[in-house]
């Protein structure tokens, strides 16, 4: 099984600021086939990115995602207030599994 | 707009079972995979299962072999998740969530709101 780890666990950060939040597989993911999602409390998630790079439909282009192989990253340029939330990544190039989560919070 | 509906959570004894239901609406349900995606209080997301769009191929993470059984029902455009000898460690909200395409690969995109299932006595 490939296992997804994300860090930081948290970072805390003031609206306007930039974000990177990075994703990184015990093997390499096949075919670049990873996704992020987006977690806001009591919420389901929302697809955010797919194949790395793609953004989901309305998802704004503040969102981008990049990498290859076993090291991804998800950035968010100028921060809102409706990003605060927790970003999984989830590789589905080889079965199904998700990354523990780096939650995002207003400093 | 694509919309996915669960029910069927509540509290169950250990050991017992609980059927999952999950409505779908506003896509063509035949041409998708549809899964079962878990969040345990305060936890990350795990994957549990998914169906295939033809509903011939189903998948289970480890600990859903032999206890759950993924199914669809195209005539209802509905996923069912049957689960069997619940521990406590299945205690989570389960989210219902459509497959990119109608088989693999495959992300999720759209998800259900969840139903809570509480395995307590």
């Known amino acids: 099984e490939i296992v997804l780890t994300q860090s930081p666990g948290t970072l805390s950060l003031s609206p306007g600021e930039g974000a990177t939040l990075s994703c990184r597989a015990s093997q390499s993911v096949t075919n670049n086939n990873l996704a992020w999602y987006q977690q806001k409390p009591g919420q389901a998630p929302r697809l955010l990115i797919y194949a790395t790079s793609s953004r989901a439909a ?3 282009d503040r969102f981008s ?6 090291d991804f990253a998800l950035t968010i340029t100028r921060l809102e207030p409706d990003d605060f939330a927790v970003y999984y990544c989830q590789q589905y190039g080889t079965s199904r599994t998700f990354g523990q989560g780096t ?3 207003i400093k | 707009e ?6 069927g959570g509540g509290l169950v004894q250990p050991g017992g079972s609980l059927r999952l239901s999950c409505a779908a ?3 063509t349900f035949d041409n998708y995979v549809m899964a079962w995606v878990r969040q345990a209080p305060g936890k990350g997301l795990e994957w549990v299962s998914a169906i295939s769009g033809s509903g011939y191929s189903t998948y289970y993470t480890d600990y859903a072999k032999g206890r759950f059984t993924i199914s669809r029902d195209k005539s209802k455009d509905t996923v069912y998740l049957q689960m069997s000898s619940l521990s406590v460690d299945d205690t989570a909200a389960y989210f219902c969530a459509k497959g990119s395409g109608s088989t693999w690969p495959y992300f999720f995109d759209s998800w259900g709101q969840g139903t809570l299932v509480t395995v307590s006595s």
């Open chain 2, 25 to 27: 609406s506003g896509f």
């Open chain 1, 65 to 70: 995602g990049s990498g290859s192989g076993t």
């Open chain 2, 2 to 7: 694509v919309q996915l509906v669960e029910s």
């Open chain 1, 103 to 105: 939650k995002v919070e």
């Open chain 1, 58 to 60: 309305d998802i704004p």
